[in-house]
Nanobody
C-alpha cells in the first residue's frame, strides 16, 4: 500500500521557520514528482512547491520563492520543505502528494497527483 505521511506542522510566529517532512512508503517513487500543496480556510488548494525525483527539477509558488526550499532524501524516501521567514498568509494545511515525473505538479497543478497524504497544519501568528 502506497502511503505518504506528513509531519512538522506547528504554530510559529511570523518570521520563524519550520521544516515539513513527507515520508513515503510502499514504493520508491524514483520516477515520481513529489509536491507540497496547501489549503487555507475558505481558499482553494494551491501548489507550493514540487520536485522531480527523476531529474531534480523544482517548482515554487511565486509568493514562497526565496523563502522555501524543497529537497529530497532518496535514501530515506522522504521529501522536505524548509520554510523560512514565514508569514501569516502561509497558514494552512500542507499536504504532500506524488504524481508522475512529468505531472502538472512541476507547474503548480495538482489534479493529476496519484497519492496524497492527510496533511499537517501550519499556523503562522502575526
Amino acid at each position: 500500500e502506497v502511503q505518504l505521511v506528513e509531519s512538522g506542522g506547528d504554530l510559529v510566529q511570523a518570521g520563524g521557520s519550520l521544516r515539513l517532512s513527507c515520508a513515503a512508503s510502499g514504493t520508491t517513487f524514483d520516477d515520481y514528482a513529489i509536491g507540497w500543496f496547501r489549503q487555507a480556510p475558505g481558499k482553494e488548494r494551491e501548489g507550493v512547491s514540487c520536485i522531480s525525483r527523476r531529474d531534480g527539477s523544482t517548482y515554487y509558488l511565486d509568493s514562497v520563492k526565496g523563502r522555501f526550499i524543497i529537497s529530497s532524501d532518496n535514501a530515506k524516501n522522504t521529501v522536505y520543505l524548509q520554510m523560512n521567514s514565514l508569514k501569516p498568509e502561509d497558514t494552512g494545511v500542507y499536504y504532500c502528494a506524488a504524481g508522475a515525473y512529468d505531472s502538472t505538479c512541476l507547474t503548480g497543478g495538482y489534479f493529476d497527483m496519484n497519492y496524497w497524504g492527510k496533511g499537517t497544519e501550519v499556523t503562522v501568528s502575526s
